[in-house]
Nanobody
Framework: VQLQASGGGLVQAGGSLRLSCAAS????????AAWFRQAPGKEREFVAA???????VYADSVKGRFTMSKDNAKKTTYLQMDSLRPEDTAVYYC???????????????????WGQGTQVTVSS
């Protein structure tokens, strides 16, 4: 499975961006998908996930500001990021897995497929 992330850019604090992640597999509807991010000098961290068949999980740091969605017909996931803060600056990665369990979702080592990352920079 190949994943292609896009939509990053430079935005002022308080602004919005929408990231997209296009998948190559026809069976994407059966996958759990997620977004992680990695800020300079920090470890990659979990941001949000949509579990098959549809429940959402968010990191506490983005709850109420970020919304993840999944369009199975387009084989694409989205991360709508509102009220952005300078601390949201990072490279954002999309990921997917067909069989990941709930407790493993925040662990980057448990995911099978990764996109290439897209840079998000929030200026103060």
């Amino acid at each position: 499975v190949q994943l292609q992330a896009s939509g990053g850019g430079l935005v002022q604090a308080g602004g919005s961006l929408r990231l997209s992640c296009a998948a190559s597999t026809r069976t994407f509807s059966g996958y759990t998908a997620a977004w992680f991010r990695q800020a300079p000098g920090k470890e990659r961290e979990f941001v949000a996930a949509i579990r098959y068949p549809g429940s959402r999980v968010y990191a506490d740091s983005v709850k109420g500001r970020f919304t993840m969605s999944k369009d199975n017909a387009k084989k694409t996931t989205y991360l709508q990021m509102d009220s952005l803060r300078p601390e949201d600056t990072a490279v954002y990665y999309c990921t997917a897995d067909r069989s990941i369990i709930m407790s493993s979702i925040p662990d980057e080592n448990q995911w099978d497929y990764w996109g290439q990352g897209t840079q998000v920079t929030v200026s103060s």
